[in-house]
């Protein structure tokens, strides 16, 4: 049965990283092997009744995160909506190409770690295309957006989705998190904005003429700024509601999903339907990436068959008698996740190291956070963002592997060594 069911996911896990060759869907292949190791573990298992509870328990642990992504992506498919974003967008300006770089890799950075790395990406490299004549210039500074994006959803609970998994996990808690990852980060992102800027010094910026009636959907200057401090407000308090109520933060983001719903609908209650109806909650949510959603479930399950049948555990004791030392087994885990999806990798190390063994914030947990959020940034198809950026700015795998890939390499590894000498000073 073991050797079935290691079979079955390294096929499934193969078909999701050869998603575009394949032009088969990732969601359908992480589905089709989670129902296929369920299978195999109730019919080989034996025990139909046992099996069944390890179900129950896998999809309760899954629905909080998905429940989660729902309500963090439908609150930024809100404030999008109603061209929330222009609030910070509409304030870059400068004439200098290495300072526009500058401005722009920081504002991606923290607002990475309020909204999501994809989120962020594309609302940043929208503004990128507004902003600049150029598509050399488009094609280098969506590789600096990836990176500060990748950076600055690894120190935030809600920035990446590994960090999330890992929040809700029990696995880090969010000042911890915040605390010991933020420096890190930042350095994985200065660094090659540093080397960017200082390749672009002295060149003007060549700015494109945007037309007034581009964005298509026109909102009031006190809708934009009602809903994009409301839903921001709402992304940074579920951390905060967690800490206090200690239940678990899908709740706190469904709480602060209605009460966005709430205020969008009496704000809108005297518009006529057809102009209020692309900004109504009920129309972001069927803007949400439900695919990505539907992957995230598909992919958890699958990985929770390795974790019951102890596979897991036994792959965590090889490595740990090959390899020895955690930080080098954690720097593999983000350099592979540059290759292959992070979220069943990060979802394997879950299930490979026990709770009890290594608690909340523990070393372990913290360095994979980093190393898994950041690892992505190294190639292109690495990450959400990396590929939303492929998609937008239409960057060649081989482009950015010449340009970028270095860049984002050394990063990682100046922000590696910035959290082990870290780590060192302060235990």
Known sequence: ?????????????????????????????????????????????????????????????????????????????????????????????????????????FVTFFLSAVLDNLTTTIVMISLIRKLLA?????????????????????????????????WIGGQITSLAIIESVILPSLVSMIVPLAITAYVLRGRPVEAREVSEGEHGIHTSEFERNLMFFLGIGILVAVPAFKTVTHLPPFMGILFGLGLLWLVGDLVHRHKEDEFKQHLTLAHALSRIDMSSIVFF????????????????????????????????????????????DNVPLVAASMGMYDLARFPADHFLWQFLAYCAGT??????????????????????????????SGLALAGYFAGAGAYLLQHQMLH
Do not use: C
Not at 135 to 162: C, M, Q, R, Y
Not at 300 to 322: F, K, M, P, R
């Open 1 to 105: 049965m073991l050797t079935a069911l290691v079979i079955v996911f390294v096929v499934a896990y193969a078909a999701i990283a050869l998603e575009h060759p394949l032009k088969i869907n990732k969601s359908a292949s992480a589905l089709v092997g989670a129902g296929l190791l369920w299978t195999i573990y109730a019919l080989a298992g034996g025990g139909g009744h046992e099996v069944g509870h390890q179900l129950a328990e896998s999809v309760m642990a899954t629905a909080q995160i998905v429940f989660f992504l729902m309500g963090a992506m439908t609150i930024v498919e809100v404030v999008d909506a109603h061209n929330g974003f222009e609030v910070i967008t509409r304030r870059i300006r400068t004439s200098q190409l290495s300072s526009l770089l500058w401005i722009i890799g």
């Open 134 to 166: 150029k598509h050399e210039d488009h094609l280098f500074f969506a590789g600096i957006i990836v990176i500060a994006a990748n950076s600055g959803g690894a120190w935030s609970p809600i920035g990446d989705v590994t960090t999330t998994m890992l």
């Open 297 to 340: 479930i598909g992919i958890l399950l699958a990985v929770a068959t390795l974790e019951h049948t102890h596979i897991l555990s036994a792959l965590a004791g090889w490595l740990d008698q090959t390899v020895g030392r955690q930080d080098v087994i954690v720097l593999i885990i983000g350099i592979v996740s540059a290759i292959v």
């Open 375 to 404: 690892g992505g940034s190294i190639l292109i198809i690495g990450s959400a963002a990396g590929v939303a950026a492929m998609g937008l700015v239409k960057i060649h795998f081989f482009w950015y592997v010449r340009k970028i």
